[in-house]
């Protein structure tokens, strides 16, 4: 199975930079979006229906083109679920998690820490709230996958100026705490499972075109429970796939 995640800035204007044609192309077992900033509703049906899939959205209820997630998936799951059973944080449409034979996938946009990192503690007890729920799955025996945009670089190898942005939401020391301790509760992440090398990013900044100098910060992943890393057999960042600030990442499992 090959399973595609990626932060496109919005469904709406990513399905006028050439967005189907390359998602016919890929052809993933799974797509998972973030950030589509549109509620079913205000779709067409070529975009809720493509052909051969079945989707999922969540969306936020309180403002609208704001976060937003959505799944497109060629077998069609158990069971979903909308959100963290949390009102706050499900408000903002973050969460989609589908439930297949083999695995529980959970697709979420994690908060930003905001302008001057004021939202810095809602995006941490964001962060808990999940791990407590993915936690209570893992210790019943589920096999997870996580993905999406978590909104933090862990290390320094993931970020193109770590000294620079030490004190700014996304590299601050507590984010990249409860990336470790996420990893040490018994989640891989997948990428550095097969490559320990600099300068792979996942999202540069528009505004002072840092993709052209690859300027850039790798906040975007893959994780699997303990339980699963076998069955993973590549795990890869599509770095010149374009249409959004973000670039896809993609695993294949067997």
Same mark, same amino acid.
């Given at each position: 199975?090959?399973?595609? %995640?990626?932060?496109?800035?919005?469904?709406?204007? @990513? %399905? *006028?930079?050439?967005?189907?044609?390359?998602?016919?192309?890929?052809?993933?077992?799974?797509?998972?979006?973030?950030?589509?900033?549109?509620?079913?509703?205000?779709? $067409?049906?070529?975009?809720?229906?493509?052909?051969?899939?079945? $989707?999922?959205?969540?969306?936020?209820?309180? *403002?609208?083109?704001?976060?937003?997630?959505? +799944?497109?998936?060629?077998?069609?799951?158990?069971?979903?679920?909308?959100?963290?059973?949390?009102? !706050?944080?499900?408000?903002?449409?973050?969460?989609?998690?589908?439930?297949? /034979?083999? #695995? @529980?996938? #959970?697709?979420?946009?994690?908060?930003?820490?905001? $302008?001057?990192?004021?939202?810095?503690?809602? /995006?941490? %007890?964001?962060? !808990?709230?999940?791990?407590?729920?993915?936690?209570?799955? /893992?210790? $019943?025996?589920?096999?997870?996958?996580?993905?999406?945009?978590?909104?933090?670089?862990?290390? =320094? @190898?993931?970020?193109?100026?770590? /000294? =620079?942005?030490?004190? &700014?939401?996304?590299?601050?020391?507590?984010?990249?705490?409860?990336?470790?301790?996420?990893?040490?509760?018994?989640?891989?992440?997948?990428?550095?499972?097969?490559?320990?090398?600099?300068?792979?990013?996942?999202?540069?900044?528009?505004?002072?075109?840092?993709?052209?100098? &690859? +300027?850039?910060?790798?906040?975007?992943?893959?994780?699997?429970? !303990?339980?699963?890393? &076998?069955?993973?057999?590549?795990?890869?960042?599509?770095? !010149?796939?374009?249409?959004?600030?973000?670039?896809?990442?993609?695993?294949? +499992?067997?």
């Amino acid at each position: 199975m090959k399973l595609i %995640s990626w932060n496109v800035n919005g469904i709406r204007a @990513i %399905s *006028k930079k050439r967005f189907w044609e390359w998602f016919k192309k890929e052809s993933p077992d799974i797509l998972c979006l973030q950030e589509t900033k549109a509620a079913p509703s205000q779709l $067409s049906d070529e975009i809720l229906n493509p052909l051969g899939y079945k $989707s999922y959205w969540a969306y936020s209820t309180i *403002k609208k083109g704001y976060s937003g997630v959505a +799944i497109y998936t060629k077998s069609e799951p158990i069971k979903c679920t909308i959100g963290l059973s949390h009102k !706050d944080f499900d408000a903002e449409g973050r969460t989609l998690i589908l439930e297949y /034979k083999d #695995f @529980i996938l #959970f697709n979420i946009y994690f908060p930003n820490g905001g $302008s001057g990192n004021k939202r810095v503690p809602f /995006k941490m %007890s964001f962060y !808990d709230h999940f791990l407590t729920i993915a936690d209570k799955l /893992k210790k $019943s025996e589920k096999h997870l996958i996580i993905c999406g945009d978590v909104n933090t670089a862990h290390k =320094e @190898i993931d970020l193109s100026r770590p /000294k =620079e942005n030490e004190k &700014n939401t996304g590299f601050l020391p507590e984010e990249r705490a409860w990336i470790t301790k996420f990893i040490d509760h018994g989640y891989v992440d997948t990428f550095r499972h097969f490559n320990q090398a600099g300068n792979n990013f996942t999202w540069w900044d528009y505004k002072t075109k840092a993709r052209e100098r &690859n +300027i850039g910060w790798r906040i975007d992943y893959f994780f699997v429970s !303990d339980n699963m890393i &076998n069955k993973v057999k590549k795990a890869t960042i599509l770095k !010149d796939v374009v249409g959004s600030d973000h670039c896809p990442i993609e695993i294949e +499992i067997i």
